[in-house]
C-alpha cells in the first residue's frame, strides 16, 4: 500500500495522559500536514512540516500539542495532559511541494474519557 | 473556524437521480478541491480546480470553479448507492494550507 498509513487507528485515553500518533506518508512527498476533525465538521488545519522543517501551526494548536518529522520522513503528534476537548479525529495528509493535491490518511480517532 | 459554507447540510437521493451542492466563501481562494470521506476513514480527493470559470469533469462528476473565486460547485450525475458518504469542499489560498467546509452528507432515500 502506497498511500499515507496512520497509526494507531483507534485511541481511548484517561483524561491528563499524554499520547503519540505517527503518520507515514506517500514516499515521495516532502510535505506533511496535520489536521483535526471534529464531528460534523470538515478537517481543521493544524500544522505543517516541508521535509523536517516545521513551517507553520495554527493557533489550534495548543502548547500541550508537538508535532515533529526528525528525518523528513515520518512524523508524529504529542498531546500531553489530554483533555476531554482533545478528542477528534486527527488526520494527516501529505503532498509534494507546491502540489495543491493533499493526500489524507484514514486519521487516528482520539476518544478522551 | 470554518470560512466555507456548505449547502445543502444534508440530503437524500434516490439511485438515478443527479445530485448537486455547493460551497461559499466570504474569501477568494486559488485552488478549489472536493473531497468525500466514508465513516471512519480520511477524505478522498476527487477534483480540484485551478483557475475562475473552470469546468473539470471526473467521470459522473463535474465541479465548477465560480468566477468570483468565492464559490464552487458540485454535480453528481445518475447517483449509484456508493455515492453515499459526506462531500467536502476545500479552498486553498496559498500552496499549502486547506480550508473546508463543514460537509453535506448524502444519503440514500429508503
Known amino acids: 500500500d502506497t498511500g499515507v498509513s496512520q497509526d494507531p487507528r483507534h485511541k481511548i485515553t484517561k483524561r491528563g495522559q499524554n499520547v503519540t500518533f505517527r503518520c507515514d506518508p506517500i514516499?515521495?512527498?516532502?510535505?506533511l500536514y496535520w489536521y483535526r476533525q471534529t464531528l460534523g465538521q470538515g478537517p481543521e488545519f493544524l500544522t505543517y512540516f516541508q521535509n523536517e522543517a516545521q513551517l507553520e501551526k495554527s493557533r489550534l494548536l495548543s502548547d500541550r500539542f508537538s508535532a515533529e518529522r526528525p528525518k523528513g520522513s515520518f512524523s508524529t503528534l504529542e498531546i500531553q495532559r489530554t483533555e476531554q476537548g482533545d478528542s477528534a479525529m486527527y488526520l494527516c495528509?501529505?503532498?509534494?511541494?507546491?502540489?495543491?493535491?493533499?493526500?489524507f490518511g484514514p486519521g487516528t480517532r482520539l476518544t478522551v474519557l | 473556524g470554518q470560512q466555507l459554507n456548505q449547502s445543502p447540510q444534508s440530503m437524500f437521493i434516490q439511485e438515478g437521480e443527479d445530485v448537486s451542492m455547493n460551497c461559499t466563501s466570504s474569501?477568494?481562494?486559488?485552488?478549489w478541491l472536493w473531497y468525500k470521506q466514508d465513516p471512519g476513514e480520511g477524505p478522498v480527493l476527487l477534483i480540484a480546480?485551478?483557475?475562475?470559470?473552470e469546468l473539470t469533469s471526473n467521470g459522473r462528476l463535474t465541479a465548477q470553479f465560480g468566477i468570483t473565486r468565492k464559490d464552487s460547485f458540485l454535480n453528481i450525475s445518475a447517483s449509484i448507492p456508493s455515492d453515499v458518504g459526506i462531500y467536502f469542499c476545500a479552498g486553498q489560498l496559498g500552496d499549502y494550507k486547506l480550508s473546508f467546509g463543514a460537509g453535506t452528507t448524502v444519503t440514500v432515500r429508503a
Open positions: 514516499s515521495e512527498h516532502n510535505r
Open positions: 495528509a501529505s503532498s509534494l511541494v507546491g502540489g495543491n493535491w493533499q493526500f
Open positions: 480546480l485551478y483557475k475562475a470559470g
Open positions: 474569501s477568494i481562494f486559488n485552488t
